[in-house]
């Protein structure tokens, strides 16, 4: 009998759909989101306001190691030239959903922290090289820079 060959190409990965599920998962229960619908509206938004933030190989990285779903939200977006400020992130990502700061604070670290699973610990590193200060804790990591 032959081996069963995985049903998505993708260098033994579990096929596109179940990766997509699985983040959008982490996402609700991270987040503690009533649905999968609100959860994935809230994925939306992150990841397009993200892709705006990102250039070069750290944005090419990402990309590589999101679900096609959500990477396609992502790389749909045109990066600015250059990031703002986590602040400014949660205040834009606030107006999209129709939140207060609070809650998008609290939306972007759901979808952030999520996102650090799919990564490793060097790719993270860069993503936050390349963002300004503040991002850390969006991401769920402790901002350990020294205060200037």
């Known amino acids: 009998m032959l ?12 096929p596109a759909m179940i990766r997509y599920r699985r983040l959008l998962h982490q996402v609700r229960t991270g987040g503690r989101y009533p649905s999968d619908e609100e959860a994935e509206r809230v994925l939306d938004a992150v990841l397009a306001l993200l892709g705006s933030q990102l250039t070069g190989e750290e944005r090419c990285d990402l990309a590589a190691v999101l679900p096609e779903r959500a990477r396609a939200v992502f790389t749909a977006q045109i990066p600015l030239p250059h990031p703002v400020t986590a602040p400014a992130f949660v205040d834009t990502l606030a107006h999209t959903l129709g939140t207060s700061l609070t809650t998008a604070r609290w939306d972007a670290s759901s ?6 699973t799919l990564t490793d610990d060097h790719l993270t590193d860069r993503l936050l090289a390349q963002l300004p200060r503040g991002y850390a804790l969006l ?6 820079a020294a205060a200037a």
Not at 111 to 116: F, I, N, P
Not at 139 to 144: N, T
Request: charged share 35%; glycine share 8%; net charge positive.
């Open 3 to 14: 081996p069963r060959r995985p049903r998505d190409p993708d260098s033994g990965r579990p």
């Open 111 to 116: 979808v952030l922290a999520a996102l650090t």
């Open 139 to 144: 991401f769920g990591r402790a901002d350990l």
